[in-house]
């Protein structure tokens, strides 16, 4: 059997220790760094839920979405899913849309060689649970809405888990990144206005988020959706659910956004013995764990307003405090230590601040 060949099939049954078969990251919606599995609320700010995966919605509170939400039994194989509860029977008007999807990196579909004539086919699969039954959708775009494919697939029983795929032949036509922007979107859709539904199945030159007829989640006061085990890969058939280990799905979602502490904002990490070089403020640099995606936004965190501070270890007192991110890379940020009449040479105990860091596409 030829190299490639055994690798391939290796791939296909077992998952890929080679390559990257399935493009979803956290499709096992195992990490949840911004909320730690606690309940978010939808809305028109779209948050992230679970790590890489985004809340869309054209009006506020319309549903909930969390880790484990309703603390069902997942599918085997699987521990975490992530679970929409509409808070209310909302009617979705025409240019209104409501989803949940993930948007992958340029790099991560690049061979998948869309907008030519070389186009691959994928396949999306998925494991989804919904209170109601009948037809639902969602839709594949690219970055800029110009082309689409809708699908569709239907859930037969109420309350009980389905596995779905959905083949889609690659895209010959349109402009598809392959860099650091979105390469392609995948969302499901919980109810989408008639404006951004399209014909299931065939690919479109303009934005659509599901398809024409989808079942509407938020049209139903306490309606369950849940889903996991999401998986976008290269071929004609879905494939073993391609598991990597918790260290490299972690490494993989800090490319696009890390916290020093999962779910937790005013937190304060330990202290650390540093330096002072000069009298006025000094500058004290952070790493990221891993390179992000870009240059990220960083917020900081303390347990004062002034989010951290420096404490001479000669005579205990408090020097100064700590300014906003600055200089911000795709690897490292840095913070100044305000202060005046420091004593240049002395050590000190570096109370350092929690952060937050969003490179999201």
């Not at 209104?96 to 991560?108: D, K, P, T």
Request: charged share 10%.
């Amino acid at each position: 059997m030829p190299i490639q060949t055994a690798i391939d099939s290796i791939s296909n049954s077992q998952g890929s220790p080679f390559g990257f078969k399935n493009r979803i990251i956290n499709g096992a919606m195992v990490i949840d760094q911004r909320n730690a599995g606690a309940s978010v609320t939808a809305g028109t700010g779209n948050p992230y839920t679970v790590d890489r995966w985004v809340s869309i919605s054209s009006q506020n509170s319309k549903y909930t979405i969390q880790q484990n939400a309703g603390s069902v039994t997942p599918p085997e194989g699987f521990t975490y899913y992530l679970g929409i509860t509409s808070s209310s029977a909302y009617t979705v008007d025409s240019a209104e849309q409501f989803l949940v999807r993930q948007q992958i990196e340029g790099y991560n579909i690049a061979d998948l060689n869309w907008g030519s004539a070389n186009a691959k086919t994928v396949t999306l699969s998925f494991w989804v649970r919904s209170s109601l039954t009948g037809t639902f959708g969602g839709g594949l775009y690219n970055n800029d809405g110009s082309r689409s494919y809708p699908f569709s697939y239907t859930i037969s029983t109420a309350n009980t888990w389905e596995q779905k795929s959905v083949t889609i032949a690659g895209d010959t036509s349109g402009t598809w990144q392959t860099t650091t922007s979105t390469g392609v979107s995948v969302g499901f859709g919980l109810g989408v206005g008639s404006t951004y539904s399209g014909t299931a199945g065939a690919w479109a030159g303009t934005y659509y988020g599901s398809a024409t007829g989808a079942t509407s989640v938020v049209g139903t006061n306490g309606a369950t959706f849940y889903i996991t085990g999401v998986q976008l890969e290269k071929g004609t058939q879905a494939t073993a659910f391609d598991y990597r280990d918790y260290g490299r799905e972690l490494v993989l979602c800090q490319r696009y956004f890390t916290s020093t502490a999962y779910g937790v904002q005013n937190h304060n990490l330990d202290t650390c013995l540093d330096h002072i070089a000069y009298t006025a403020d000094n500058t004290h640099g952070e790493r990221f764990p891993v390179r992000m995606r870009a240059a990220p936004s960083v917020t900081l965190y303390g347990r004062t307003s002034t989010a951290g501070y420096v404490t001479r270890t000669d005579n205990g007192a408090n020097l100064g405090s700590t300014s906003a991110a600055n200089s911000i890379s795709a690897t490292v940020f840095r913070r100044i230590v305000l202060g005046s009449g420091l004593a240049g040479g002395y050590p000190a105990l570096a109370i350092e601040v929690s952060y937050q860091a969003d490179a999201e596409l």
